[in-house]
């Protein structure tokens, strides 16, 4: 019996036994180096052992905890991200000098949260992971040295918070409406006894501020504020974790509660449709007009989030398959950007779309890497984001959202300007000869660069067997323990 606990539970004790190892190398001096050490030998036991318990199965604590092929399959996704990142975060120069171990320290804790969360079928213990996950992220934001005359990052960390908070007391709210109705905590058999009352005014109240919450961690217009300002304000390294993984969060948790609807909720659908809408036309439109690199990429967020939502509008199993396909690649490509503009950015600065002038000359291989990171955010063929938006759009299309998958089309092409006008500015774009130095790449920086393209161009060469198994190990979602 014990031997079958670990074995379930084998990814969550390696992270945590990670994330206590680097709070005891915090305790000490000269610790950055052994501090991101720890961590990246953390990250990639934590990918083998979710290798190794990728077919398990368990319902664990008391039934608020199940181990199976979707949480599982999410963990690996969790688990490459959070060793990228770690990657990522090499040298960590915009962050305090004497905080530094920190940031892995509070960036494990987070990882701990997503890791928990693939798994949490009852809503306390999905509130105790998504909190888990969501405060280290605040005082990272936080961790971002200041410049003179800069304080930004205190106004991006102070906006994170409070809004943050905020959307997790709507969400709170919620589930005490959908508790109420069904008077269980577990979120499959809160699903099944949601849908014979879907249509009543108290579960459309309950769904719709647990979603609204749910939708500000994936930035979903009108909840999308504070993307472009967290984006801009924080460390190169902490804007890309806070565009990757709790994005994924959002997407698995939001699939977990609309099981609870069918095609034939029409007002459920009438109004993911119009949040689609809204999002995608004003994250492209705003973004036509960026210069700051990583405000582009936070407007850039808000249109995904509507291409995301384009699978919920199905309401279906196609359509949830296509959105966390989409979304596990989304993590990989935003992160291939973020990997560019941390090895641009001089200091720690951030990185304008003109700083990557000559970008070909001074590094081939992050300009290869940008390239294909942005032509997979535009859904250009062969990579990722092409087939997630086929996806997405053919998952909608068989439901008859015509019109919707027009005006997802036509923001594709709006999308296609300002995404050409990086690839445009890293291999035409020129600068003066003084100012033509070649970036030095350390082994770590290219075998991350050659992971994130190897990775964007399998999920979309391959694309039928991802599918395929995210659809296999979605049977188990809604299923009563």
């Not at 991101?36 to 199965?57: G, M």
């Not at 250009?380 to 996806?391: D, N, Q, S, Y």
Request: with cysteine; proline share 4%.
């Amino acid at each position: 019996m014990i031997q079958e606990f670990i074995m379930a539970f084998l990814p969550e004790l390696v992270l945590l036994a990670g994330v206590l190892a680097v709070f005891v190398v915090t305790l000490y001096n000269d610790r950055v180096a052994r501090a991101r050490a720890v961590s990246l030998a953390t990250a990639a036991a934590l990918v083998v052992s979710c290798l190794i318990t990728l077919r398990s199965e368990a319902t664990l604590f008391d039934g608020a905890y199940r181990v199976d092929l979707f949480s599982q399959w999410l963990k690996l996704a969790f688990g490459v991200g959070y060793l990228a990142v770690i990657l990522l975060g090499r040298r960590v120069d915009d962050i305090r000098p004497d905080i530094r171990p920190e940031f892995f320290l509070f960036l494990g804790i987070s990882m701990t949260g997503f890791v928990f969360l693939a798994s949490s079928i009852d809503a306390i213990t999905l509130v105790v992971s998504l909190e888990l996950s969501s405060f280290p992220l605040f005082l990272l934001v936080a961790m971002r040295r200041e410049r003179e005359g800069q304080r930004m990052q205190m106004e991006s960390a102070i906006k994170f918070m409070m809004f943050g908070v905020a959307a997790n007391g709507v969400m709170l709210f919620g589930l005490s409406y959908l508790y109420g109705l069904t008077s269980t905590t577990s979120i499959p058999l809160m699903v099944q006894r949601l849908q014979p009352v879907i249509d009543g005014p108290l579960a459309l109240a309950g769904l719709g501020l647990t979603f609204a919450g749910l939708y500000y961690k994936l930035a979903v217009f009108p909840f999308h504020f504070w993307t472009p300002d967290v984006y801009q304000g924080a460390s190169n390294e902490t804007a890309g974790i806070i565009a990757s993984m709790p994005k994924l969060g959002a997407v698995v948790i939001l699939v977990r509660f609309a099981a609870a609807a069918t095609p034939d909720n029409q007002l459920i659908t009438e109004i993911l449709t119009v949040l689609a809408v809204a999002s995608m036309f004003y994250g492209n439109l705003v973004a036509l007009v960026q210069r700051d690199l990583k405000r582009l990429l936070g407007f850039s967020t808000i249109a995904h989030a509507g291409y995301t939502l384009l699978g919920f509008v199905a309401l279906d199993e196609a359509g949830f398959s296509a959105s966390l396909y989409y979304m596990t690649g989304y993590l990989f490509m935003v992160l291939a950007c973020f990997v560019v503009i941390s090895r641009v950015s001089r200091d720690g600065e951030n990185v304008a779309i003109e700083d990557l002038h000559g970008l070909h000359r001074r590094s081939p291989l992050l300009a290869l890497t940008m390239v294909i990171g942005i032509f997979a955010l535009a859904g250009i063929p062969p990579f990722v984001g092409f087939m997630g938006k086929f996806a997405l759009l053919n998952a909608a299309f068989a439901r008859g959202h015509t019109v919707l998958v027009i005006l997802a089309v036509i923001n594709t092409a709006i999308a296609a300007y300002y995404y050409l006008r990086v690839v445009h500015a890293s291999f035409f774009g020129d600068r003066d000869a003084t100012d033509q130095m070649p970036i030095a790449l350390d082994g770590s920086t290219r075998a991350l660069c050659i992971g994130l393209i190897a990775i964007v161009i399998l999920l979309g060469v391959t694309p039928a067997p991802v599918i395929d198994a995210i659809t296999t190990s979605l049977a188990s979602v809604v299923a009563v323990p």
